[in-house]
Each structure stands twice: as structure tokens, then as C-alpha cells.
């Protein structure tokens, strides 16, 4: 199934009795409202579902479950044995984080939109046209309605992948927004949800914490390549001096991609062990996700991430900036 085939996904699910769905680690917006919009759809055609993260979801992102229960590595119940395993927004078997280990080679199906997908699972549907799975998740919805298999797209359905779509089009403002993606939320705002109060809670409500995060982030910003691309490096000392916490710095690399002129946005944080956590962004085509290849990382052209293993931080630093100035200059 590498074409797309929404009506092939259906006639699928419609076969099977017993589901669980899985996210990916480090649950992002669309990993839990493509998660949670896809478990409550199978609740409604009258499934039994479940769905699992690798990774208890954050505070901010909480609200998205809408209070649907859900189970993390610490609640997970092994005796549940559903007929079909679906992975949502996991682009490899990697991303199952915790899991990975005991369903890396269970996933019955994926659902995905990563452009640097790699096929674990035995079926695998990947659109990297869709601004997010979630967006995927709702074509899967509206297929469900037209077969009259679904009534209707539940207020709290819609919430879920409207959750999903905003964060990763980062409120309709990235590239990967397309006709289609407004053609899903103008489908999905006649559902009774209150997107205003979704954007607020994605965009404009932050912990102080996070908001003195940002003016550190905004202080460490050195320019590369020529002033064509900016990089962001945290050690661990930096952000504990600050007496901050690394989850305070998760939308730093969009801080260094804000710069004017800048064509490549980089952050990098030391991990420990010898590990930096790498976060590219690029404000044109220069295809970031080339650049991660080169650590196993990967993700999107625009979007991309992954881990260098060096013997100090300015050694790593050094390496990733070489690899930008070489894709730009
Ligand atoms: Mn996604």
C-alpha cells in the first residue's frame, strides 16, 4: 500500500474488531490529536480501541486528548491483544521510542506523512503532501462518513485533528499548508469546536519558564554560513544555571529560523553521553532532512532533526555547521 488509498485503510479497519493505536515518543500536537481523533473513530464504528504513547504527553499538549484516556510504557497493559497495531505520524520504528523494542515488528499498519519515512510496518500509507497525519486521519474520517459507516464527525473527533493540523502547519503558517488543508478545517470548524481557544492554547499561552527560555535562546543566537544560516547551542550547564528545563527550549530552533536573511535555522542541545540533539529548519528548499540523513536523522525537507555523537560541544557544533555551510554556500 505505498499509494494512497484511503478507501484501502477502510475496508481494513472495517474487517478488524480491536485496535491499538500508537504514537510516536516525545508526543507532539499531531502525534496525540492523530492519535486520539483516530482511536475515538474506531470507539464510534463500534471498535475496541486503545491507544498508547511512548512518552506521558506534555502539560501544554495535555488538553488535546480532550480527556480521553490513553496508556504510557508505565500504565501499558500487555495483556491487551488487539487484531490490529496502527502507528500514527511515526516515520520508523525509532520513533516508537520505549515501544520500539516490543511492537517495532507488530505494526499492522502506518500512517504517516513524514517525507523521510522508512516502511517498518506491513503496510505502511505515508502522504508527505499532508501537512500533517492528522490531516490524513480526517480524509480517513470523511471516507467513513461518506460509506455511512461513521455518522458524523464528533465534536471531540474534530477538536483532536484540528489540535493535530494547527501544530504542524504552526497555525496555518507553514509551507506544507495546502488547499486541502483548509478545505479539512473548514470541515472541521462546522464540528462545534473552538479553534480560537486551540490556537491560543498551541500559540499564545507558555509557561514563564519557557518564556525566559526564549530570551536566553534569543542571546546564544550565532550567525554561520555567511549570515545565511543561524545556530542556537546549549549545553547542559547553560539551562541549568537558568535553572531551566530542556522542555522549556522545544520551539528554540524556530527562535534561530526568525533571524532576517536567514535561510537555515539550527539548535543544538548537549543530551549527555557524548550525545547532541540536533533541530534544522530551512525558510527556503535547502533540504535539511539531507542534512540529518548524513547522522541517521531525518524528517522533512523544511523540518528535519537528528543526534551527533562528538567528544565535546563545540566539536559537535562544529561539525553540523560545516554541514550547513556546505548545503548553502
Ligand atoms: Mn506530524
Known amino acids: 500500500m505505498n499509494k494512497k488509498d484511503i478507501k484501502a485503510i477502510c475496508e481494513l ?10 504514537s510516536h515518543k516525545n508526543p507532539d500536537g499531531d502525534a496525540i490529536g492523530s492519535a486520539i481523533a483516530f482511536t475515538r473513530i474506531l470507539e464510534e464504528i463500534g471498535k475496541e480501541a486503545r491507544v498508547v504513547f511512548p512518552d506521558e504527553p506534555t502539560k501544554r499538549l495535555r488538553f488535546i486528548t480532550g480527556g480521553h484516556g490513553y496508556m504510557t510504557p508505565a500504565s501499558f497493559d500487555t495483556s491487551y491483544k488487539p487484531e490490529l497495531v496502527v502507528s500514527l505520524d511515526c516515520a520508523t520504528s525509532a520513533r516508537l521510542g520505549a515501544f520500539e523494542e516490543m511492537l517495532g515488528d507488530k505494526v499492522d499498519l502506518s500512517i504517516d506523512h513524514h517525507f523521510s519515512n522508512a516502511p517498518f510496518a506491513k503496510l505502511t500509507y505515508t502522504d508527505a503532501k499532508a501537512s500533517a497525519t492528522a490531516e490524513i486521519v480526517y480524509e480517513i474520517a470523511a471516507e467513513l462518513v461518506r460509506r455511512g459507516e461513521l455518522d458524523e464527525i464528533t465534536p471531540p473527533i474534530a477538536f483532536a485533528l484540528y489540535s493535530g493540523i494547527v501544530s504542524d502547519t504552526g497555525n496555518f503558517k507553514y509551507s506544507n499548508t ?4 483548509f478545505k479539512a478545517c473548514a470541515a472541521l470548524r462546522k464540528c462545534d469546536i473552538d479553534t480560537a481557544e486551540i490556537s491560543r492554547l498551541l500559540f499564545d499561552s507558555f509557561s514563564l519558564a519557557r518564556l525566559k527560555a526564549e530570551a536566553i535562546a534569543i542571546s546564544k543566537i550565532e550567525l ?30 524556530n527562535i534561530a529560523r526568525r533571524v532576517e536573511d536567514v535561510k537555515v535555522g539550527a539548535y543544538m542541545r548537549e543530551a549527555g553521553d557524548g550525545e547532541y540533539k540536533v533541530s534544522l529548519r530551512s525558510n527556503d528548499d535547502t533540504n535539511v532532512s539531507d542534512i540529518c540523513g548524513k547522522y541517521s536523522g531525518g524528517g522533512h525537507i523544511r523540518a528535519a532533526g537528528c543526534v551527533i555523537h562528538a567528544k565535546s560541544i563545540d566539536v559537535a557544533a562544529d561539525m553540523i555547521q560545516k554541514d550547513i555551510e556546505e548545503a548553502l554556500l
Open 224 to 253: 554561520i554560513a555567511n549570515g545565511y544560516a543561524a545556530m542556537i547551542v546549549l549545553s547542559q550547564k547553560d539551562i541549568k544555571d537558568a535553572g531551566l528545563t530542556l522542555d522549556d527550549f522545544d520551539d528554540t530552533v
Open 178 to 181: 495546502s488547499d486541502k488543508t
Open 13 to 22: 479497519i472495517l474487517q478488524k474488531k480491536s485496535f491499538l493505536v500508537i
